[in-house]
């Protein structure tokens, strides 16, 4: 879809839509709200006098002009109540509307920059928020649905502004926001995709894909290669299926010599059967998301590319399905990491730590300043936390509040939970060096004491199994996958130097 930026006054533009807006407790509409309401003769502000719209956020209503502008209808929108408005609140106002314009039939639709007037956001941030709320507010998966020919997407959308002097911040905010909007959309449509068709081979062609097309060197190790380096935990996920394994490797050195290096890690479980600790039929289709974290480290390699950031950024995907089969590893069984370590399976549903924890030891090789790992790890994170927040566990308490705060602009909610060392106790094994379940207390936090053991470098786990995916379709979430971990691990990369 196309994003124009242009200066121009928002009551003159020819459109099938115009997108104003207004926040809460305001009875005289100004700017670029004020001048559509005097070129329509006091519409809006008649409708704010009868009490008929209030300005919450989200909240719309639709003129129809009547030949007074150019455009065939204007869309008002809520900003919600100023003291409470963010850029948060930016993306879903610009979803809200994106998705009022695709209900109305509108091919094409042009809008203000919500908040970067009054509402105090920077003007490049708020173009920013516009764009991502924009794409990921329109985005859909349509890709086993039956062509529909109603025609009823948007096309275009032209972002209006009458200053001058405010437009490069704008073309870049929107530059910035597609690039990672368009990561985002790929991590959804990677876990979107039935797990029949999102193999890991899938997913490894992605990798590659995306590498060719922004200068990221991509490998992947077969199972082979990873038993041969000592991989046992991964290998012995791997084991029990037919499709095989990759280890996915995209290498992207935008920084040059001396850059600091980040990896990102995360869990590529194509479908989660639980193995031989076989989950319940209900709900065992949404297991195709268990490489949720895997997919927005692929989303997120590809903005990385895209913005060109000046660091040395690594993901790494092991990618697998767990399976039950005469070949798959077993409760009892005792595995063992590249790192030496030794760990007892108790469940074999607890398998996305194993496969973690060799990604983590694999990703030592690259001596990172820091390591982000991403998974759908546990449902007791999701118990805690409900579907509002990841968890969040860290050796690296800075690195940690450096992720919180890019939570913070990129909406991607986090909340730390302790690792304290008494969660070690839980993990004992009479048998091994671990076992690879703590039981049902402190389930997300035990899921990372496990984790801990692979890493020797600064280092936060997310999580995720909460945020994953939903049933929402409001603001720019949509039904299924939410592509969570892109925006956040993007914005904590843009900010890295600052």
């Known amino acids: 879809m196309k994003l124009n930026v242009r200066q121009g006054q928002i009551q003159n533009e020819a459109s099938d839509l115009i997108v104003v807006n207004l926040f809460e407790g305001v009875t005289m509409p100004g700017g670029a709200t004020g001048a559509v309401d005097a070129a329509l003769q006091g519409m809006i502000a008649d409708v704010l006098a009868s009490g008929d719209f209030k300005g919450r956020l989200n909240a719309t209503t639709v003129f129809y002009p009547r030949g007074a502008i150019q455009a065939k209808r204007v869309l008002l929108v809520g900003l919600g109540k100023a003291e409470k408005f963010g850029l948060d609140q930016a993306r879903q106002v610009a979803a809200t509307a994106a998705k009022k314009a695709r209900e109305l039939g509108a091919k094409t639709y042009a809008t203000i920059v919500h908040g970067a007037g009054i509402g105090g956001l920077a003007v490049q941030d708020a173009a920013q928020a516009l764009a991502e709320g ?16 109603n025609g009823g997407e948007v096309g275009g959308v032209t972002i209006v502004e009458y200053d001058a002097a405010k437009l490069d911040d704008i073309q870049e905010g929107v530059r910035v926001g597609r690039a990672i909007a368009e990561g985002q959309m790929v991590a959804r449509d990677l876990s979107n995709k039935p797990g029949n068709a999102a193999t890991p081979a899938f997913l490894a062609d992605t990798a590659r894909q995306i590498g060719q097309e922004h200068d990221i060197q991509v490998t992947a190790l077969s199972f082979a290669e990873c038993k041969a380096m000592g991989m046992g935990m991964f290998s012995g996920v791997a084991q029990g299926s037919n499709e095989p394994s990759q280890f ?16 990102l890690v995360g869990k590529g479980i194509t479908f989660d059967s639980g193995g031989i600790s076989i989950k319940p039929t209900d709900g065992m289709w949404d297991m195709k998301h268990d490489m949720s974290g895997g997919a927005a480290v692929i989303g997120a390699m590809q903005a990385v590319g895209a913005l060109g950031l000046p660091l040395h950024v690594v993901g790494i995907v092991p990618a ?34 194993l496969v973690l924890g060799d990604a983590l030891c694999y990703a030592a090789r690259f001596k990172p300043q820091a390591v982000i790992d991403m998974a759908t790890l546990t449902g007791a994170c999701m118990i805690a936390l409900g579907k509002h927040a990841a968890g969040l566990l860290s050796n690296d308490q800075p690195l940690a509040d450096k992720l919180k705060a890019a939570a913070d602009r990129s909406g991607e909610r986090v909340w730390q939970l302790p690792l304290w060392d008494e969660y070690n106790e839980q993990i004992k094994s009479t048998f091994a060096d671990m076992k690879n379940t703590g039981g049902r207390g402190g389930g997300a936090i035990t899921a990372a004491a496990i984790l801990k053991n692979f890493v020797d470098f600064p280092w936060v786990h997310l999580d995720i ?27 904590l990369l843009r900010g890295w130097n600052r």
């Open 248 to 263: 996915i490797v995209m290498d992207y050195n935008g920084g040059g010599p001396g850059a600091d290096t980040v990896v």
């Open 134 to 149: 924009t794409l990921l507010g329109l985005y859909q998966y349509k890709e086993y649905k039956k062509a529909d020919d």
């Open 465 to 491: 199994a909460g945020t994953a995916w939903g049933e929402d379709d409001k603001g720019y979430n949509t039904k299924g996958a939410t592509g969570y971990g892109v925006r956040l691990c993007v914005e």
């Open 320 to 353: 697998t399905e767990n399976m039950l089969s005469g070949t798959a590893f077993k409760p009892g069984d005792i595995l063992r990491a590249m790192n030496g370590k030794t760990i007892e399976i108790q469940s074999t549903d607890a398998e996305g730590r």
